[in-house]
């Protein structure tokens, strides 16, 4: 089997800095994929690298056996890459309703009532709330939203960026769990990003390790939780 | 009172007109956060080609019904402005995005500038003038209204329901809005930002094409100047409604033109430009994002 996303030696930059520098990651089709990392590391940047914004500038990203380190972002979303991107992105000035419909808007609305009905079972929050406004939410209400939008696409790969990030852990563990069945249910695949690393690792399939833009292990998501130096760097000081 | 009545009329009118320049501003400002200059001048060559339909109409065929002929007007000066600033985004705008702010507000400027140099050298310096289109008037309740204000009105209320329409129920006006709330999250669910760009810069021209329409029906007389004035009265308008904001762009279009003629009417049409400015300075003072504008305080 061919892996749904290769990210083969990519190296990205701004202006002269180097975020990434040679990054490799393979994501395998019904996988949940995480990849931890400190603040900085340039996990975000891999996830908008991924969804050519900004491009990479040496290496190449393929996605269903197809090259898009090259197509323009609107392009590869349009092959069904949904992304829940770092700040979550709500747009503030549309009601929920109308943030699940941008979601949607690759088919037209054609599956909308039917996906939107599944987005409030699992965020029953987002269906008390969808004329409220995205800029008013609380934060995890716009955590659920902007990980809803991104399942509104009907994508074949998931990217989120730090699902866990200032949330209670409470609702953490909700979303999680929410991610998890849908992977189990209906085989979605997942990428994701974490700095919260204990509960990424315990969710994820495999896992990648990043330090200065740079991936420096990989291995099964138990066997990195075991690891005595991922322990130390990332998972010894409680579970932040 | 009738006298008053009267200038409310009038007032109505031209704020119509204003508020429909106005969006085209106050849409391109809300998208790519810059200062269309040149719409005023887009303005004026709508109003410009539905001069040349005119009297290409009136000449091929003579007794063409008058309603005819200001359709046939509109549409084409629709197309052409449409046309004219969907290039002038393509060729002179979409090269500076992302580069610092002021560069593609100086290049607006210089596209104002050739916009009009260039229909004063094709059309000529002089007023063009037309003859009188539509001239009927009603008298109710001793208020003189025309046939042309009445028109004026209508064709504005109709434009700007159907423009209301498209950005708050369609899907393109939800792009529209997507587009202007966060570009690139916007591109991650798939929305082509560059077509949604051009096309908002369409559409803009298209309702200053209508309202360059109405200005030549309105006063018969079109010159290559006349993208200045009532350009900058647009832009005004826009501001003082709060730019950014479809509804304060009508508002502040209709409230300038009120402004414009009541002062005129009571006190002294010398300044009538004066009183329209000093009340935007005074709005600005006490309400810095104008009347309808909105703080740029998001909670995050």
């Known amino acids: ?240 | 009172m009738v006298y008053f009545v009267q200038q409310l009329v009038n007032g109505l009118t031209l704020g119509s007109i204003y508020g429909m320049i106005a969006i085209g501003y106050t849409m391109v400002y809300g998208i790519i956060g810059m200062i269309n200059f040149a719409h005023g001048d887009i303005f004026m060559l709508g109003s410009f080609a539905a001069l040349i339909v005119f009297l290409l109409l009136t000449s091929l065929f003579a007794g063409i019904p008058v309603v005819l002929a200001l359709l046939v007007m509109m549409i084409v000066a629709m197309l052409l402005a449409g046309l004219w600033n969907w290039t002038i985004e393509r060729i002179a705008y979409r090269p500076l995005r992302g580069s610092f702010r002021l560069a593609p507000l100086i290049t607006a400027i210089g596209m104002s500038i050739a916009l009009s140099n260039f229909i004063q050298v094709v059309q000529g310096p002089r007023n063009k003038p037309i003859p009188p289109l539509v001239n009927s008037n009603f008298q109710v309740l001793g208020i003189s209204i025309s046939l042309k204000q009445i028109v004026i009105i209508v064709v504005t209320a109709v434009l700007l329901t159907i423009f209301w329409y498209i950005v708050n129920k369609t899907p393109l006006g939800r792009a529209q809005r997507a587009t202007e709330q966060d570009r690139k999250m916007a591109a991650l669910l798939g929305i082509d930002v560059d077509r949604t760009i051009s096309i908002t810069f369409i559409m803009g021209a298209a309702l200053a094409a209508v309202a360059g329409t109405m200005y030549l029906m309105y006063y018969g007389v079109s010159v290559f100047t006349d993208g200045f004035i009532p350009g900058v009265k647009a832009f005004t308008a826009a501001v003082l409604g709060g730019i950014g904001s479809l509804p304060g762009a009508v508002l502040g279009g209709i409230l300038i033109g009120l402004i414009e003629s009541l002062w005129s009417a009571y006190f002294s049409i010398a300044y009538k430009d004066v009183a329209t400015f000093v009340i935007l300075a005074v709005v600005l003072i006490f309400k810095p994002t104008g009347i309808l504008g909105r703080p740029e305080v998001e909670k995050v």
């Open chain 1, 1 to 240: 089997m061919s892996p749904l996303l290769h990210v083969k030696n990519v190296e990205t930059y701004y202006g002269n800095i180097r975020a990434l520098g040679g990054v490799d990651v393979m994501v395998e089709p019904g996988e949940i994929v995480c990849m931890i990392g400190a603040n900085g590391a340039g996990k975000s940047t891999l996830m908008m690298t991924i969804c050519g914004s900004p491009q990479a500038r040496t290496g190449s990203v393929i996605f269903d056996g197809q090259d898009i380190t090259r197509m323009p972002t609107h392009e590869i979303a349009r092959l069904r890459i949904a992304q829940s991107p770092e700040g979550r992105r709500i747009f503030p000035r549309m009601t929920v309703y109308e943030n699940l419909q941008m979601g949607a808007s690759l088919d037209n609305l054609k599956y909308f009532n039917e996906d939107i009905e599944k987005i409030f079972t699992l965020f029953p929050r987002l269906k008390e709330r969808q004329s409220q406004r995205g800029g008013t939410l609380s934060g995890g209400e716009q955590q659920m939203l902007s990980i809803g939008r991104a399942l509104m696409a009907r994508p074949k790969l998931l990217l989120l960026d730090e699902p866990s990030l200032g949330l209670a852990p409470l609702i953490v563990k909700g979303i999680f769990a929410a991610i998890k069945k849908l992977n189990e249910e209906e085989g979605l695949t997942v990428f994701l990003v974490e700095q919260n690393a204990f509960a990424a690792l315990k969710l994820s399939h495999r896992g990648y390790v990043m330090v200065n833009g740079q991936v420096t292990m990989s291995g099964g998501g138990r066997e990195l939780l075991a690891n005595p130096e991922v322990r130390a760097a990332y998972l010894e000081g409680g579970h932040h």
